[in-house]
């Protein structure tokens, strides 16, 4: 099993629409949780970060954790296209002391006008 | 500057030559982690420091491959003899903290292409 997994779509979706992108991780003891947005040709993007279980919400993005489930998704209400872009889901994996970050291949989200 | 830089942006080069490539974190940041990314393919991670030294080189594919930091800012990340598999994107991100709740910025990369 991959330590994060993400569908690697396209994800289609019209313009005003809800997006939904979902990550599944493998380490049950991983604590934090991230989306990046990641642009064609340019670096990923911190847009959310997630630490409890719940929904935490900022702007159009809302982020959902459930850790029973090993499971945390990304929502992003009324889709703009300029949404259009590769959605990252990072874990943290903890070591001796530090902590790195564990991601998934991403989500491609394609918003049409 | 606010974010994290590297240097260069491209770079070129051929099969056999050595490369270095710079990253600059955000300041104040302790924490530095190195990236490569291939076309196509996720974020491989390489290295990460704290403060100078660095407890995880875990990442690194082989021994060409080596990373310091100095003065607990810049970093260097040396590729010898490179390969053409070496070609990618190579990113570096910095934190202010190193523990499980650590954000992680990236700075624009280095898109290394290697003739």
């Known amino acids: 099993q991959k330590e994060v997994e993400q569908n690697s779509g396209p994800l289609s979706v019209p313009e005003g629409a809800i997006a939904s992108l979902n990550c599944t991780y493998s380490?049950?003891?991983?604590?934090?949780f991230f989306w990046y947005r990641q642009y064609s040709g340019k670096s990923p993007e911190l847009i959310m970060s997630?630490?409890?279980?719940g929904d935490k919400e900022d702007g159009r993005f809302t982020a959902q954790l459930n850790k029973a489930s090993q499971y945390v998704s990304l929502l992003i209400r009324d889709s703009q296209p300029s949404d259009s872009a590769t959605y990252l889901c990072?874990?943290?994996?903890?070591?001796?002391?530090?902590?790195?970050?564990?991601f998934g291949k991403g989500t491609m989200l394609l918003v049409s006008p | 500057g606010a974010g994290v830089s590297q240097s260069p942006s491209n770079k070129v080069t051929e099969k056999g030559k050595d490369v270095e490539l710079r990253c600059d974190p955000i300041?104040?940041?302790?924490?530095l982690y190195w990236y490569r990314q291939s076309l196509g393919q996720g974020l491989e991670f390489l290295i990460y420091?704290?403060?100078?030294?660095?407890?995880?080189k875990s990442g690194l594919p082989s021994d060409r491959f080596s990373a310091e930091r100095t003065g607990g800012s810049v970093s260097t990340l040396t590729i010898q003899r490179t390969q053409q598999e070496d070609s990618a994107v190579y990113l570096c991100?910095?934190?202010?903290?190193?523990?499980?709740?650590?954000?992680?910025?990236f700075g624009p990369g280095t898109r290394l292409t290697v003739l």
């Open positions: 990072a874990v943290n994996k903890a070591n001796s002391g530090y902590s790195t970050l564990t």
């Open positions: 420091f704290q403060g100078n030294s660095a407890p995880d």
């Open positions: 997630i630490y409890s279980n």
């Open positions: 380490d049950r003891v991983s604590q934090s």
């Open positions: 300041s104040g940041h302790t924490a």
């Open positions: 991100a910095s934190s202010s903290s190193w523990g499980d709740y650590n954000e992680q910025f």
